[in-house]
T-cell receptor
């Protein structure tokens, strides 16, 4: 069955970087892409970007362009989100989700990870 | 940047019909998807491609779309349907996705 298992909670200081992992099982990352979505405390869902299937092309929300990198390690079937230059406003739960889109077709997110809480504090 | 607009809250009594709207300029051309999120949990898909219901989602959940407005309808809402609901779609390029601001559904 499909499962996405994310890395645990992290605490970072302002200005630091964080890397969140998302290990997929039940399918491979060359067949389906991965989107990353975050949710600040008490706030709504915010789409950060996605890494596509087979050619691993990345598309980032303009809000995060320049300080986010999404990658995929096919040897371990794990997707990664790296966010740099953290500020207090980056405190949130970060979710990975299987993205059924292809480069020619927008579709939905069907399976989600459990979420990783990233806290930015001094 | 592209935006989807939802009402912040909707309130109904048990057994009544709840309707949650989502407005966006590109919705006539792109599908809307709807997610339910209960407190402390990951989102769950309840409607895809405007009107389709995934397996396991109760029949009381339905979706529709007309022009620039997509609507999630819960017919005979139950107390267990209390949650935040988000619409999800993309801009005209189909590359940049967006969630609506979310609607808190209260059933009491």
């Amino acid at each position: 069955q499909v499962q996405l298992v994310q890395s645990g909670a992290e605490l970072r200081e302002p200005g630091a970087s964080v890397k969140v992992s998302c290990k997929a099982s039940g399918y491979t990352l060359d067949i389906f892409g991965t989107s990353w979505v975050r949710q600040a405390p008490g706030q709504g869902l915010e789409w950060m970007g996605w890494i596509s299937d087979y050619n691993y092309k990345t598309t980032y929300s303009q809000k995060f362009q320049g300080r986010v990198t999404m990658t995929a390690d096919t040897s371990t079937n794990t997707a990664y989100l790296e966010l740099r230059s953290l500020t207090f406003d980056d405190t949130a739960v970060y979710y990975c989700a299987r993205d059924l889109s292809h480069s020619w077709e927008f579709r939905h997110l069907d399976y989600w990870g459990q979420g990783s809480l990233i806290t930015v504090a001094s | 940047s592209y935006e989807l607009t939802q009402p912040p809250s909707v309130s109904v009594s048990p057994g009544q019909t709840a309707r949650i709207t989502c407005s966006g300029d590109v919705l006539p051309k792109k599908y809307a998807y709807w997610y339910q999120q209960k407190s402390g949990q990951a989102p769950v898909l309840v409607i895809y491609e405007d009107t389709k219901r995934p397996s396991g989602i109760p029949e009381r959940f339905s979706g529709s779309s007309s022009g620039t407005v997509a609507t999630l309808t819960i017919s005979g809402a139950q107390v267990e349907d209390e949650a935040d609901y988000y619409c999800y779609s993309t801009d005209s390029s189909a590359n940049h996705r967006v969630f609506g601001g979310g609607t808190k559904l209260t059933v009491l």
